[in-house]
């Protein structure tokens, strides 16, 4: 018998079964705070999703797609300092 128990939070955070969970909630953040961590594109730039460490970004027109893609490793340097962990390798723009 067990002498104790574990806190939700240890057990979500060490337990293996939870990786799958715990990738996908990390990955929804990074979305979910994009106007948080820019809040000057949100007139311009929404963050639509991360997939296998790709963060996916709708922009207005082809002048800030351009103006973002070069100040792609800004964006994930500022991303990943958020977050203060490799959460952003490369953007991918989408229509």
Same mark, same amino acid.
């Given at each position: 018998?067990?002498?104790?128990?574990?806190?939700?939070?240890?057990?979500? $955070?060490?337990?293996?079964?939870? #990786?799958? !969970?715990? +990738?996908?909630? &990390?990955?929804? #953040?990074?979305?979910? =705070?994009?106007? @948080?961590?820019?809040?000057? !594109?949100?007139?311009?730039?929404?963050?639509? @999703?991360?997939? +296998?460490?790709?963060?996916?970004? *709708?922009?207005? =027109?082809?002048?800030?797609? &351009?103006? !973002?893609?070069?100040?792609? &490793?800004?964006?994930?340097? $500022?991303? =990943?300092?958020?977050? $203060?962990?490799? *959460?952003? +390798?490369?953007? *991918?723009?989408?229509?």
């Amino acid at each position: 018998m067990r002498e104790g128990f574990n806190k939700i939070s240890e057990v979500f $955070k060490s337990e293996p079964a939870f #990786d799958g !969970l715990r +990738k996908t909630l &990390s990955q929804s #953040d990074v979305v979910n =705070n994009f106007n @948080k961590i820019f809040p000057e !594109l949100h007139k311009v730039a929404v963050a639509v @999703k991360v997939e +296998k460490k790709a963060l996916c970004i *709708r922009v207005e =027109n082809p002048a800030w797609r &351009s103006e !973002l893609k070069f100040r792609e &490793s800004e964006i994930i340097e $500022k991303v =990943n300092k958020f977050y $203060k962990e490799e *959460r952003i +390798k490369f953007i *991918r723009f989408v229509s």
